[in-house]
Nanobody
Framework: QVQLVESGRGMVQAGGSLRLSCAASGFMFSIFTMGWYRQTPGKQRELVARINRSGGTECVDSVKGRFIISRDNAKKMVYLQMNSLKPEDTAVYYC???????WGQGIQVTVCS
């Protein structure tokens, strides 16, 4: 059974940093590209950053230079280090295998101005 459990501190002042963690289980973690996604009310879920099985990363333009995605295949964990946070980064954040739709509960991140 696939499980994705996001965790991390949920509220920060603008300009601050947060680190999100995602614990994965129930699938062969190391072979999949993993992504962090976010969703705000009334909008579609969007990809924020992805990391492939070899550690290659990509981020969307809005977070480039501020967010860093990483993974630990041995621990089946994927992380999102978020720096220089802005109020517009406020959203529910999810991790998932790229191309799959079995989402975890996500974690609310609120950036206060």
């Amino acid at each position: 059974q696939v499980q994705l459990v996001e965790s991390g501190r949920g509220m920060v002042q603008a300009g601050g940093s947060l680190r999100l963690s995602c614990a994965a289980s129930g699938f062969m973690f190391s072979i999949f590209t993993m992504g962090w996604y976010r969703q705000t009310p009334g909008k579609q879920r969007e990809l924020v950053a992805r990391i492939n099985r070899s550690g290659g990363t990509e981020c969307v333009d809005s977070v480039k230079g501020r967010f860093i995605i990483s993974r630990d295949n041995a621990k089946k964990m994927v992380y999102l280090q978020m720096n220089s946070l802005k109020p517009e980064d406020t959203a529910v954040y999810y991790c998932n295998r790229e191309g799959f739709s079995n989402w975890g509960q996500g974690i609310q991140v609120t950036v206060c101005s």
